[in-house]
Each structure stands twice: as structure tokens, then as C-alpha cells.
């Protein structure tokens, strides 16, 4: 889990940040995240523009959240997630895993059950579990059993599960870690907050090893 980083000279330096870009998790853009309130009776949206991350206007919110993530209101959680851009991928398993690159909210999608229902999955559906998380480090450990004293652990404060859409997804011939790589595509994902609903808009997810699990 150890990155090696080497600067050498002007020439190599670009190149090491062009490899560090392309690693096991991948960065894929996605569509602005928009809301609908429901707080006070009066409705809203709000459709955030390009870029990783969140907008500047959730820093405070992100500092808060670091430090005392279990003294967070529900308006200032959906708040957060009304602010993030889902763009970083993450590998391993038979689902799929999306982030924003701060790793403070996530979209998680995987199934729970060995008769899980086939691509297209539309939800709800009990058989998968479709969720948006939103903590600290939330994908810290991915693919890895063995937590290292220096090395955080993922917390939530917040576990959403999608109301509605569709995700799509050609599966393998071979489910096993053979070192496939699975492109899913997210339709039309709402989730059901507490202060109303979020639009998470149109999703790429790639999962670099499918089939592959920590061990």
C-alpha cells in the first residue's frame, strides 16, 4: 500500500505525476449532483459545475466533519452531499464504488444476496445494497483485511440508500479475480435524506479487479 515517489530533475517529475493519475483507483467524471428541499416547505435545486471534489463552499462543512463528524446535523450532511462530485472509482469485488476524492461521501453499490438480480438492477432492490455514505476515509481500507496501526479506518455518520434508479453493467464470462475490468453506468439514482430528496444524476463506476476480494 506503500506509493513510491521519486523527483528527479523536471522531465521525471511530470511523468511520476502522470503514473500516480493512473492508478489501481480511477477518477471518472460524472454529472452535477442536484436537490430538492423539502425544509421548511420550500423547494429548491441545484446543479454544481465541473471539477473534483466539492465546490469552496462546503470547506467548513468538510472541517467540521473531520473533526467532529458525530455533531453533524442532517442538513448540514445533505448539504455536504448536494456539494459532491462522485468522480473517483474504486476496484475490488462484484460491485461498484464511487466517491467523492476526499473519500467524505461515497455511493456503494453491491450485491447481498447469492440470487442477486442480474444487470439491469433497478431500485430499489432487496437484493443489492445501493447507499450513499458520508464520514471520514470511507474507502481507506478498500480491498484490504489488514489495517496497519498508522493507517485510518473508513467511519460513517450517514447511510442513505437509494430510492430509485438503475445501474448497468456487463459482467464477466469468469467471476473470479482474473483481473477484469467492469464499466457500470448509474441512471436516474435518487436518494431519500432526511430534509428530502438528492438527485445524483448520470454515473460512470469502474471497478478495475471484479471478482477480486481482500486476502
Known amino acids: 500500500m506503500a506509493e513510491l515517489k521519486n523527483r528527479i530533475g523536471l522531465p521525471l517529475l511530470a511523468l511520476a505525476f502522470v503514473i500516480a493519475s493512473c492508478g489501481a483507483d480511477s477518477s471518472i467524471e460524472a454529472t452535477g449532483i442536484t436537490a430538492t428541499s423539502e425544509v421548511g416547505g420550500s423547494g429548491g435545486s441545484m446543479e454544481m459545475t465541473e471539477g473534483p471534489g466539492l465546490v469552496p463552499e462546503a470547506t467548513p462543512l468538510i472541517s467540521q466533519l473531520t473533526a467532529a463528524p458525530d455533531q453533524m446535523s442532517d442538513a448540514d450532511l445533505v448539504t455536504i452531499l448536494e456539494q459532491a462530485k462522485l468522480t473517483k472509482s474504486w476496484g475490488c469485488g462484484l460491485g461498484f464504488r464511487l466517491s467523492s476524492e476526499d473519500q467524505h461521501v461515497a455511493l456503494f453499490f453491491y450485491p447481498n444476496s447469492e440470487n442477486a438480480s442480474e444487470s439491469p ?6 437484493t443489492w445494497n445501493a447507499s450513499i455514505l458520508i464520514g471520514n476515509d470511507l474507502l481507506a481500507n478498500n480491498c484490504d483485511d489488514v489495517i496497519e496501526p498508522d493507517e485510518p479506518e473508513a467511519y460513517s455518520v ?7 434508479g438503475t445501474l448497468t453493467f456487463t459482467p464477466p464470462d469468469d467471476p473470479t479475480c482474473v483481473g477484469a475490468s467492469v464499466v457500470g453506468t448509474v441512471e ?16 460512470t463506476i469502474m471497478n478495475e479487479a471484479f471478482g477480486c476480494f481482500a486476502g
Request: proline fraction near 10%; hydrophobic fraction near 45%; avoid cysteine.
Open 121 to 126: 438492477v433497478i431500485f430499489p432492490d432487496e
Open 158 to 164: 450517514a447511510n442513505w440508500p437509494l430510492s430509485a
Open 188 to 203: 436516474g439514482a435518487v436518494v431519500g435524506t432526511p430534509t428530502g430528496e438528492v438527485s445524483l444524476g448520470s454515473l
